[in-house]
């Protein structure tokens, strides 16, 4: 690898795994070895990033929660951003009119979550966005869950948060992702990749578009710089 190669962001769900959010093994050399910076910018709660990050054993600098969640450990930083009362208030709403949030009793998808909430894809979309926007909240569909999150914040908010603990551009960046939680954080990296299973919104703001899927996209994005 040469001096060339730039900071990495990089999503999780449907970029490093499969379609059943499995991650594929094949990213974790390439993680482990990225001679730059690496955030892991996601929807998921902070637990799962930062087990990645562990487990990789790369330094955990972590974008949770679709940038409501922001920890770098390297200056020994967490913020909390996005109202989460809100979104707590909108899970109230939605259960009065008779829906669960669709994760069984036991929810780990919202166990440890602290800005935001997710609901399942396969309940109703509709009643959840007007609760959320009586709200002020917004709903993203990731094609993993519905998140029910604050506009104030995104992923892109994420990486500007990471950059300026660490003295780094967000335009200096190479960014990876699949779905319309990724748009603000393409928009600010220098080179922003889709990979093909993305969603329009995704397509539509990154720089190019992979062949491959999943994390075959993935590691087509990252071959550049792999050379
Ligand atoms: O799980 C989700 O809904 C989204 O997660 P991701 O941002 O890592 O793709
Ligand atoms: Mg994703």
Redesign the pocket.
Same mark, same amino acid.
């Given at each position: 690898m040469d001096s060339d190669v730039p900071p990495l962001v990089v999503?999780? /769900? #449907?970029?490093l795994t499969d379609e059943s959010?499995a991650l594929d093994p094949r990213v974790v050399p390439v993680l482990r070895e990225w001679p730059e910076r690496v955030v892991v @910018?996601?929807?998921?709660a902070m637990p799962f990033p930062i087990a990645l990050c562990e487990f990789l054993g790369i330094e955990r600098t972590v974008v949770a929660e679709?940038g409501g969640v922001v920890f770098v450990e390297a200056t020994d930083e967490l913020r909390l951003e996005g109202d989460y009362e809100a979104a707590v208030a909108v899970a109230e709403a939605y259960r009065d009119l008779g829906y669960d949030f669709g994760f069984g009793e036991i929810d780990l998808a919202n166990r440890w979550r602290e800005t935001e909430l997710?609901v399942s894809l396969d309940r109703p979309l509709e009643p959840l966005e007007e609760l959320a926007a009586a709200k002020g909240l917004v709903v993203l569909d990731? #094609?993993? @869950?519905y998140?029910v999150t604050d506009p104030v914040v995104d992923?892109g908010t994420g990486l500007e948060a990471v950059c300026e603990e660490l003295t780094l551009d967000p335009g200096d960046f190479l960014a990876v #992702? /699949?779905?319309v939680?990724?748009a603000q954080m393409f928009d600010l990296a220098g080179e922003a990749v889709a990979v093909a299973n993305a969603d329009e919104t995704a397509r539509d703001r990154a720089d190019r578009v992979t062949d491959a899927s999943f994390a075959d996209g993935f590691l087509e994005a990252v071959a550049p710089y792999r050379a």
């Open positions: 999503d999780i /769900d #449907g970029t959010r @910018a996601t929807g998921k679709n997710v990731t #094609g993993f @869950a998140h992923k #992702g /699949d779905s939680n990724d």
